[in-house]
C-alpha cells in the first residue's frame, strides 16, 4: 500500500538493486476492461516508470500462479506480455528451486524508442505463491 492506494513492490529496495513498484490502478473508461497501472523501475542508477495498459490484468496473477504450481521446474522460458506489451516477463526456472523473472519495461507504441530490463530472483513455491497473490490483490482492488 502507498499513500496513493494501493501498490506491489518486487526485488530487493538495497541501495544499488533495482526494485520494481506497481501503482496508480485506474480504469480509464469507466466499465470497461481496460485496466491501467504505473510501473516504475528504481535503483542507484535507473528511475523510470511507464503506463502499462492490460484487459483486466491480462492475466499477470494467473501467469504468476502458474509458475507456483510448477514448483517442481519446468523447461525453458515462460513468457507474459501486457495487453500493449509496455510490460513483459520471461520466467525461467533453476536448479536449486528458483525462479528467475526478467522484467521488461517499453516505451509506448508506435515509437517505443527504448525499452529497459532487470532480474528479480525468487524461491519457487511459497515466495512465487505470495507475489501472485499480492498482485492478484492489487489487480482486483476497487478503482474508484
Do not use: C
Not at 32 to 39: A, C, R
Not at 55 to 83: C, H, K, N, Q, V
Request: glycine residues 10%; proline residues 6%.
Amino acid at each position: 500500500m502507498t499513500e496513493d492506494g494501493p501498490a506491489v513492490r518486487v526485488g530487493d529496495t538495497g541501495p544499488r538493486p533495482v526494485h520494481l513498484l506497481f501503482s496508480e490502478l485506474a480504469r480509464p473508461f469507466g466499465d470497461d476492461p481496460t485496466l491501467d497501472f504505473i510501473v516504475k523501475a528504481r535503483g542507484q542508477w535507473v528511475s523510470i516508470e511507464t503506463l502499462v495498459r492490460t484487459w483486466d490484468g491480462d492475466g499477470l496473477d494467473t501467469f504468476l500462479s502458474s509458475l507456483a504450481e510448477d514448483f517442481r521446474g519446468w523447461e525453458g522460458p515462460r513468457a507474459w506480455r501486457s495487453l500493449e506489451r509496455d510490460l513483459t516477463i520471461s520466467a525461467e526456472h533453476h536448479s536449486g528451486g528458483y525462479v528467475q523473472l526478467t522484467w521488461g519495461i517499453h516505451d509506448r507504441p508506435p515509437s517505443e524508442e527504448w525499452h529497459f530490463e532487470t532480474t528479480t530472483v525468487h524461491a519457487a513455491g511459497e515466495e512465487m505463491r505470495n507475489l501472485a497473490a499480492e498482485l492478484h490483490t492489487f489487480l482486483t482492488s476497487t478503482v474508484e
